[in-house]
């Protein structure tokens, strides 16, 4: 694929432009006389209200590029969950791997990469102004909501750490004083029925409760072939939960609001497998070791068909309370004490067919003991909120505490053996791999009987993590004149992390064991099979090193590590915001952003016994990476039009990463690479428009240059043979140059008071490369999806049905590309032997929901 350089200077100059025009067209126009307008026309859009500073402010007035996403347009659009959410907000990427649990947001094309617990996220996801640990812990049925809000850029100052990137913020309605009960019944194609439902009971004319159901379920959108099983499951990627959230507010004065929440969510379903983008040679060796093809004979993920003899089931649990207690003391001028405490647990259980192939090579079982993710995380924030006639200001505290547990197990199948002895040789020689007797080699290699090589229980390894956390910050805001307002925002934040890992090879590792104790024996085995002595020396460490791969090695076995580390770190913001008139309002910022350091809970090995090493056989005792820091600059503009009825706003950004913390899979293993310097640079530029009384449109765009240093130090950063050679001045994997979104709502009545409503949105995504490593058999073309929905129904809302469609011109897209474990040997693009696998978009989706409301 080849690589554009963007037109710098041409594209300056027309955002340039474009800033320029939004700035001054308000100016001209303020001395105007206001469009008249007829009973059709729309009221404003100027008093939508935003909690981007953890107060009420109207978002014209908040110098913060930040997506406002309401009740009914995230209803009219299907937003269930967070990754629904991308379709509406330019510059966001959602995507998931090998289990829902594991899915990670992105914005401006920064997020943290790959599946590891041990990395923290880039963007920070609150539910109620509780923070959830990592991303996809907040991933599930957000039920009944209010609002959300995207804020982009680094918000640690207000939204504490790792939120490096951004900030979805998710408010779910509250109880109040009018009884009500909903209901919902959603039947659609891939056999999906879901029904929900909500009562709102006030208990007096001071507390109130409200309570909501939901259950769904719908088929896999994958076809399994299962070979000789054990997995009976024939689909993959079904959906299977049920969620129950009840809420209780009370207000026993005026000046008291208390609401306390609890909730528990439950998914048990099939998650994921991955379907063959590219076939190599390794397909070959597979098919002979199956029953059946083992892998798919012809490559066309769009098949939907994948291979997959042990189960991927996954059971995800998620549960927790919280308090929110608002207090309007009589200190300071009436300043408001928030407090909110919360408890929460969450974990998952995902088995894992590990070489995504019906031949049985390795696996996971989907049992607690051998693969597991939890999180038991307390929280507890208080500020204190307060305004005088020329400063806004808060100054608060936060603690958490979270405990992280994560069982993690290999088991080696009976084809593992076979399989890698052929796929060695046939790497030194395709010919030698052809032999009858190639299933033998590794035996052969090791002086132990074939079949007992490598066998059952590979790898049983248990982390404990301990992390607390504990801030002070504060934001004000000083309205210097009537125009102008100054913002100062700073956070101290004290992180300690304390990580208790212990490995073991239920199996003891014999087959690499014997070649460490006999590698004489390696290199007879090679000569016997017609190499050199000079060959077979030159081979053997490929060897050994293959067949030494973490879950196989016995160096591991028994090793116990205790790691520490603690960081105390400043992050901060400064704004200027001018309001040229009541249209207009210009801003200027700066932010420094902080994501917290931790450790790979992964086996990790290298030559030198250091992280840094390059591919060994070595354990790593030391995990530990560093901290993640951002400086981001803005300056935009935020604009009002047409009597407040259309909003026009944009932001140019440029944010310079150091440190920034990739964790990619290399085909064995995760390894993390601290990248010294990535930038992202360009423009969000947003629109709101009430068209007229039933006609709304919203979308926007980002142009955001993601890109790596020229230079990254390190053997893996060194072509040819450097796993991740291509990274130094590329383009950040999932960092689409550009994205946009455009949506429209209309609704109109008719007579016997009935309405009418149709809405289809779009999001447009131009190329950018899959995988961590950016090899080219990972890159996705540019694509857009687009959902629609028409309702009809009454115009007091006591009832609507409407026609949907996800995905409605099935528009075919890779969520995630990755190496097809143990089948690719060579980061040189178009090598032969290799095989490539990708966790895909969602297919078109349709049916119909019927709602009622009393």
């Known amino acids: 694929m080849a690589i554009r350089t963007p037109q710098h200077h041409g594209l300056a100059k027309a955002v340039a432009a474009v800033l320029m025009m939004a700035f001054v067209s308000p100016l001209l126009a303020q001395d105007a006389p206001a469009q008249q307008r007829d009973e059709e026309e729309a009221t404003t859009l100027a008093?939508?209200?935003?909690?981007?500073?953890?107060?009420?402010?109207?978002?014209?007035?908040?110098?913060?590029?930040?997506?406002?996403?309401?009740?009914q347009l995230l209803r009219d659009t299907g937003v269930r969950d967070v990754k629904d959410v991308q379709v509406l907000v330019p510059g966001l990427t959602v995507t998931s791997t090998q289990s829902e649990a594991q899915t990670t947001a992105r914005i401006r094309g920064i997020g943290t990469v790959g599946d590891n617990a041990g990395l923290e996220s880039s963007v920070g996801i609150l539910i109620d102004g509780v923070y959830r640990p990592r991303n996809g812990v907040g991933f599930g049925d957000l039920g009944e909501l209010e609002r959300i809000e995207v804020l982009k850029g680094p918000q640690g100052t207000v939204f504490g750490k790792n939120t490096s990137a951004g900030v979805i913020n998710v408010l779910t309605r509250r109880p109040h004083y009018q009884q009500e009960v909903e209901a919902e019944l959603t039947v659609g194609n891939y056999g999906a029925l879901g029904v929900s439902g909500a009562l709102n009971q006030p208990l007096s004319d001071r507390a109130a409760f409200r309570v909501y159901a939901a259950k769904r379920e719908r088929d896999g959108f994958s076809e399994v072939r299962t070979g000789a099983g054990p997995r009976q499951d024939k689909e993959d990627g079904d959906q299977n939960f049920h969620t129950l959230r009840g809420q209780l507010l009370l207000e026993p004065t005026d000046t008291l609001d208390i609401r306390i929440a609890a909730d528990f969510t439950s998914r048990e379903e099939n998650c994921c497998v991955g379907m063959t983008t590219v076939r190599g040679a390794t397909a070959n060796i597979i098919n002979a070791l199956s029953p059946d093809e083992g892998v798919v004979l012809v490559a066309d993920p769009f098949d939907r068909v994948a291979y997959s003899n042990r189960s991927t089931e996954q059971d995800i649990k998620d549960k927790g309370v919280s308090a929110e207690v608002n207090w309007d003391t009589p200190w300071f001028g009436g300043a408001t004490l928030t407090s909110i405490t919360a408890q929460r647990e969450w974990g998952s259980i995902n088995g894992l067919d590990f070489d995504?192939?019906?031949?049985?090579?390795?696996?996971?079982?989907?049992?607690?003991?051998?693969?597991?993710?939890?999180?038991?995380?307390?929280?507890?924030?208080?500020?204190?909120?307060?305004?005088?006639?020329?400063?806004?200001?808060?100054?608060?505290?936060?603690?958490?505490?979270?405990?992280?547990?994560?069982?993690?197990?290999?088991r080696i199948g009976a084809a593992y053996e076979p399989y890698l002895s052929i796929a060695l040789l046939s790497m030194i020689n395709p010919a030698l791999g052809a032999s009858p007797t190639a299933p033998l080699f590794l035996s052969q290699a090791s002086g132990r009987p074939f079949g007992t090589v490598f066998a059952g229980f590979g790898a049983d390894d248990h982390y404990k993590q301990n992390a607390t956390s504990a801030a002070l910050f504060t934001n004000n805001t000083w309205h210097a004149t009537d125009a102008l307002d100054l913002t100062l925002g700073l956070r101290y934040t004290r992180e300690k992390k304390q990580l208790h890992s212990a490995y073991s090879n239920p199996n003891g590792g014999a087959g690499c064991g014997a070649m460490l104790a006999n590698p004489a024996q390696v290199v007879g085995a090679l000569v016997a099979r017609g190499l050199t002595v000079a060959q077979a020396t030159a081979a053997a460490p490929s060897v050994v090193g293959f067949s030494c791969l973490p879950w196989a090695n016995p160096l591991h076995n028994g090793r116990v590590t205790d790691q520490e580390r603690e960081e105390k770190e400043w992050s901060g913001t400064l704004k200027v915001a001018y309001r040229w008139n009541e249209q207009l309002m210009t801003y200027a910022s700066a932010a420094r952003g902080y994501k917290a350091g931790g450790f790979n809970l992964d086996r990790v090995q290298s030559n030198t016994g250091l992280s840094s090493g390059t591919a060994g056989i070595v354990p790593v005792n030391d995990t530990s990476f560093e901290g993640e820091f951002v400086d981001s600059y803005e300056l935009g503009a935020k604009t009002t039009w047409l009597d407040g009825n259309l909003l026009l706003n944009g932001t140019l950004f440029h944010q310079t990463y150091d440190d920034f913390q990739l964790n990619s899979f290399l085909g064995t293993s995760f390894v993390v690479r601290s990248i010294p310097e990535v930038t992202s640079k360009g423009l969000d530029a947003e629109m709101m428009w009430q068209a007229t009384k039933g006609l709304l449109l919203q979308g926007g765009f980002t142009y955001a240059r993601t890109r790596y240093a020229d230079t990254i130090p390190g053997a893996d950063f060194v072509a040819p043979n450097g796993a991740l050679y291509k990274l130094p001045g590329s383009q950040v994997s999932f960092a689409p140059d550009w994205s946009a979104s455009l949506g429209a709502t209309y609704e109109r009545g008719f007579g016997s008071g009935l309405v009418g409503r149709f809405n289809i949105g779009a999001k447009y995504m131009s190329d950018y490369n899959t995988g961590s490593d950016l090899d080219v058999e990972k890159a996705q073309d540019a694509f857009t999806v687009v959902n629609a929905r028409l309702g009809f129904g009454r115009d007091d809302n006591r009832w609507m049905v409407e026609l949907w469609a996800q995905n409605l011109f099935d528009e075919e897209y890779v969520q995630v590309g990755f190496d097809a474990p143990l089948q690719n040997v060579s980061p040189v693009p178009g090598n032969p032997f290799n095989s490539y696998n990708a966790f895909l978009g969602a297919p078109r989706t349709y049916g119909v929901t019927f709602r009622v409301a009393y």
């Open 356 to 410: 995504f192939t019906s031949a049985d090579i390795l696996y996971r079982n989907p049992e607690k003991d051998e693969s597991f993710t939890g999180f038991d995380t307390f929280s507890q924030e208080l500020r204190l909120t307060g305004s005088t006639e020329s400063i806004d200001w808060m100054v608060g505290a936060f603690y958490a505490d979270e405990d992280l547990s994560r069982n993690e197990t290999y």
């Open 47 to 71: 008093a939508v209200t935003v909690t981007a500073q953890k107060r009420e402010e109207a978002m014209q007035d908040v110098p913060i590029m930040v997506t406002a996403l309401p009740e």
